[in-house]
């Protein structure tokens, strides 16, 4: 059976791989191009249909990223979000224009609901907008289909070349409703039938794996994380015994992680498994760092120098596995993003690797995604929905310089919250919770006497894809528990705070 294909152009979005796992979502697969991706290549591809992604560029300046016009006559659906509706606009003799002021936030939309791409919409929606250039006139054959009262063309359509635009973005949470856009485009005006599930994906990713590496060797960094665990899996079914999977306890990790990882993989049918004790490489590597990014380049470096001297133990390996996901990439800054942080398993790897290549066999999927292929690769409920845990670990969740003090206060911290988070039945409602030592010492009175101590402060956040968080509303009466046991059971803490913001403005971890 041909597997049905969207095309997903991309303009440097921030938000492109969002796009393509709202499409995933509806059981259509799609594949991310670059905008200037040759349109014989695009044609040999036989989308069923094309989505132009948004972007931070001006449309109507020279060096600005562009898609070649002769994309709108192929015959084959265009939705074009944001950047993408203003790229067509302009592209096919439009005229786009800046607004004065940037438009960001959440808008109600006021729909021709008896158009395809509006079909099953009330006349009034709320959409996220997040754009400072607007179209000011529509290209011939083109018509209003939707206004906003700041925004006075906000969708437009021209249904005998089968072309549609949205100034907003469907593809955010923030957005009423967006999936119903993709569906709309998907079923009704691309014709998909929506057969493709998450198997497939872990079935293709096993058989480009199988082909790549052949009959040589490959090592995978095994952090006992869901990521590093799924992707063990993938490699494992591909190559057997060819894999093998080295688990580095760096002294970062949380209270008793390396004895249950141990415990996990030690014994596993048809894995390698190593375990190798590096606390007293990394923290001295560590030792009174205090910026972020140089603790994340550091780790990034020493994790590779540890699996080059442990692949020459085992003889020639080629290959190199990583867990690394899509929210990490972007936040790395990859490409011609915007960096937001390294990750140590991206923007911070060394220039030089012994290894011929690194294989990312989830690089292009969201964490809920990654926990549907484990799920299908049957996976034990304990992995698959571990508590996310960055690879260098403690390492920023400690603010400042790091001591073997402080990586026992926020051990014994962090243990205390996710037991009472779990004793509350919370610990499946809140996707990502721990707790943070931070760099501020108060004042404090315990037995009549004055403290000098320092301040925990936890984080909680819910969310589907790790890109936009919440921040969980955790009972009064289970955080008072934890604030209580946390200053009564950890020495040198007299104070206990709760992180109450969001993704964005806030990244999940606080390095």
Known sequence: MEKELIIVVDFYSQLNQLIARRIRECNVYSEIVPHDTPIEVIKAKNPKGIILTGGPANVYKENSPKCDSRLFELGIPVLGICYGMQLISQLMGGKVESAGKEEYGVFTATLNNGVPIFNGFDEKNDFLMSHFDKVTKIPDGFEIISSTETTPIAAIQNTAKNLYGVQFHPEVENSNNG?????????????????????????????????????????????????????????????????????????LLRKNEAEEVEKVFANRENLNFIKVDA???????????????????????????????????????????????????????????????????????????????IIEPLKELFKDEVRKVGTELELPDYLVYRQPFPGPGLAIRIIGDITDDKLSI?????????????????????????????????????????????????????????????????????????????????????RVVYDITGKPPATIEWE
């Not at 590093?228 to 999977?245: D, F, Q």
């Not at 990014?293 to 442990?310: A, H, L, T």
């Not at 972007?330 to 915007?338: D, F, L, N, P, Q």
């Open 410 to 494: 926020l051990k014994d911290a962090d243990h205390i919250f996710r037991d009472e988070i779990a004793k509350a039945g919370l610990d499946r409602r809140i996707n990502q919770y721990f707790a943070v030592l931070t760099n501020v010492q108060s004042v404090g009175v315990m037995g009549d006497e004055r403290t000098y101590d320092y301040t925990i402060a936890l984080r909680a956040v819910e969310t589907n894809d790790f890109m936009t968080a919440e921040w969980s509303k955790i009972p009064f009466e289970v955080l008072e528990t934890i604030s209580s046991r946390i200053v009564n059971e950890v020495k040198n803490v007299n």
């Open 279 to 357: 606390r007293k490489r990394f923290l001295d590597r560590l030792k009174g760092i205090s910026d972020p990014e140089q603790k994340r380049k550091i780790i990034g470096e020493e994790f590779i120098r540890v699996f080059e001297d442990e692949a020459k133990k085992i003889g020639t390996v080629d290959f190199l596995v990583q867990g690394t996901i899509y929210p990490d990439i972007i936040e790395s800054g990859v490409g011609s993003r915007a960096k937001i942080k390294s990750h140590h398993n991206v923007g911070g790897l060394p220039e030089h690797v012994d290894f011929k290549e």
């Open 179 to 251: 999936i119903q856009i993709f569906k709309n485009f998907l079923f009704d005006i691309c014709g998909c039938k929506g057969d493709w599930k998450m198997s497939n994906f872990a079935e293709n990713k096993i058989n480009e794996i199988r082909n790549k590496v052949g009959d040589r060797k490959a090592l995978c960094a095994l952090s006992g994380g869901v990521d590093s665990s799924v992707a063990a899996e993938l490699m494992s079914r591909a190559i057997g015994k060819n894999l093998t999977c080295i688990f580095v306890d760096h002294g």
